[in-house]
Nanobody
Framework: VQLQASGGGLVQAGGSLRLSCAAS????????VGWFRQIPGKEREFVAL????????YYKDSVKGRFTISRDNAKNTVDLQMNNLKPEDTAVYYC????????????????WGQGTQVTVSS
């Protein structure tokens, strides 16, 4: 499956951005989709994921209540709505897909999109 992430940008603290991950190539509904982020010199970290079922979602503790992940299997997209952004949310954000059991570890994900930069100014 091919993934394309978009929607990053520059925003002031407290602002909002909506990232979108568009998928193509295989039956999208068979895949869980996750968002991860990475800053230079640090490992890629889990942010949020949504299961194939579109019912179960999981979040990194520091984004709970601020970020919301959702999917539209008819459109083959997964969005990440990010509200009340903080400077520490600044990173390159990646979407990824995985079939089967879904786990937060980035190493376990099979397909990755290119990153989209999110910069939050204080």
């Amino acid at each position: 499956v091919q993934l394309q992430a978009s929607g990053g940008g520059l925003v002031q603290a407290g602002g909002s951005l909506r990232l979108s991950c568009a998928a193509s190539g295989r039956t999208f509904s068979n895949y869980g989709v996750g968002w991860f982020r990475q800053i230079p010199g640090k490992e890629r970290e889990f942010v949020a994921l949504i299961m194939q079922s579109d019912i179960s979602t999981y979040y990194k503790d520091s984004v709970k209540g601020r970020f919301t992940i959702s999917r539209d299997n008819a459109k083959n997209t997964v969005d990440l709505q990010m509200n009340n952004l903080k400077p520490e949310d600044t990173a390159v954000y990646y979407c990824a897909a995985r079939a089967g059991i879904i786990v937060p570890s980035p190493r376990e994900w099979d397909y990755w999109g290119q990153g989209t930069q999110v910069t939050v100014s204080s």
